[in-house]
């Protein structure tokens, strides 16, 4: 095979996941086999990472990793944050790793920026939010540390120059069943894991609006500053159906403190 005979290299691979079972996994098919880690890690040996290989093995270690691997797009398969394997998602991925462009600037990127800028409007429709902006980002603890930086720039605007140093104690409510990265976000950002009130939910995972306005009023009479809540939509344990009723809505002083 010639050095350089991308495309060639590219029509194998896709031919032994294709083999494998990988690309439509038949719904008799196994959705994984399963190994103990020692074991997995024993079969795995085989793949020696100190040593050059031909293409004709690199594609047999494909195979393998595919026999291997979850078949996340298996009809059997139900784990939380998985919706099976799109197949439009898939060719765009494979579009944007070949044409190996970025996002960040009109001359390096002239399709890509405009792209997400459609797509960033698209969304914004989506959730109804008009005049807005945003950002895609690689997973939800960033983007939920991007909600708290967002949220403190916006309450104390020198945070930029002056770091936290002229800052209050901020305090973060967020739901009981919210995820554990909002603690992460606090420690991370410098809030204090101790500032994070985790606000009572009822059976179904909502949080309680009472409980959310005695714990704002228990922090302003403490004199630190509510800074943010946030407000879990569903959760990876309870999951969500229908619309989400925003607790905000429910509290009827919910500016007093901003
Ligand atoms: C609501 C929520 N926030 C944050 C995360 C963490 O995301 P990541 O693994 O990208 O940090 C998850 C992951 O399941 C999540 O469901």
């Known amino acids: 095979m010639e050095q350089n005979d991308v495309q060639g290299l590219l029509l194998k691979v896709l031919d032994v996941l294709h083999k494998s079972g990988a690309l439509s996994p038949a719904e008799d098919s196994k959705v994984v086999e399963f190994h103990q880690p ?5 079969i795995l040996s085989a793949f020696n990472l100190n040593e050059s290989c031909s293409e004709s093995r690199l594609l047999e270690l494909v195979g393998e990793t595919a026999k291997l691997s979850v078949r996340t797009g298996h009809a059997m398969f139900f784990n ?4 099976g394997v799109d197949k439009y998602g898939l060719v765009g991925a494979l579009v944007s790793e070949a044409l190996n462009t970025s996002a960040y600037t009109h001359e390096v990127a002239p399709v890509f920026s405009l792209s997400e800028r459609e797509v960033m409007k698209a969304s914004l429709k989506l959730v109804d939010f008009k005049d807005g902006d945003g950002i895609f980002s690689p997973g939800g603890s960033i983007s939920n540390m991007y909600g708290i930086v967002v949220s403190r720039y916006k309450k104390f605007p020198n945070v930029k120059q002056t770091g936290l ?55 302003l009479s403490e004199g630190k500053v509510p800074l943010m809540v946030n407000c879990t939509a569903g959760s990876t344990v309870l999951g969500l159906l229908g619309r989400h ?3 905000l809505r429910k509290t009827s002083k919910p500016t007093s403190w901003n």
Not at 38 to 42: A, G, K, R
Not at 80 to 83: A, F, T
Not at 203 to 210: A, E, F, K, L, Q
């Open 38 to 42: 020692q074991d997995l890690e024993e």
């Open 80 to 83: 939380q944050l998985y919706g």
């Open 165 to 219: 140093f002229s800052l209050p104690p901020l305090v973060l409510f967020t739901s009981q069943e919210s995820h554990y990265s909002i603690t992460k976000g606090a420690h991370w950002l410098g809030l204090g894991t101790d500032n994070v009130v985790k606000v009572k939910c009822d059976d179904r995972g909502r949080m309680i609006p009472s409980e959310l306005e005695s714990a704002i009023a228990k922090t």
């Open 245 to 247: 009723p925003s607790p």
